[in-house]
């Protein structure tokens, strides 16, 4: 088992910045791609960034390229997303995940590859 905290979700207006955190503690941390997530009402949990074990494929989803930075220390056993730029549209619950490194980087974008969730953190953008 992997228990994920996100922590760092606020209020923030458009243009502003926020840091998202998620502690991972259980199974060896190194072990997993961790991507971030994200939920708006109504709408279905879509992908925003991933990063595998060494930091060497990260990706993100377009609509936050260039302005979101996914990182990891494996150290520390966090995964962070910094989120500049902010815009309205980026309101949302944001969850981390967790993804075995067995598993092809090619699925990093897939929710239903990853095998453990946080419980969420509300991230809020006025315009």
């Known amino acids: 088992q992997v228990q994920l905290v996100e922590s760092g979700g606020g209020l923030v207006q458009a243009g502003g910045s926020l840091r998202l955190s998620c502690a991972a503690s259980g199974r060896t941390f190194s072990r997993y791609y961790m991507g971030w997530f994200r939920q708006a009402p109504g709408t279905e949990r879509e992908f925003v960034a991933a990063i595998s074990v060494s930091a060497g494929f990260i990706g993100y989803a377009d609509s936050v390229k260039g302005r979101f930075t996914i990182s990891r220390d494996n150290a520390k056993n966090t995964v962070w997303l910094q989120m500049n730029s902010l815009k309205s549209e980026d309101t949302a619950v944001y969850y981390c995940?967790?993804?075995?490194?067995?598993?092809?980087?090619?699925?990093?974008?897939?929710?239903?590859?990853?095998?453990?969730w946080g419980q969420g953190t509300q991230v809020t953008v006025s315009s």
């Open positions: 995940a967790a993804q075995s490194a067995q598993s092809s980087w090619s699925s990093h974008r897939a929710p239903t590859r990853y095998d453990y």
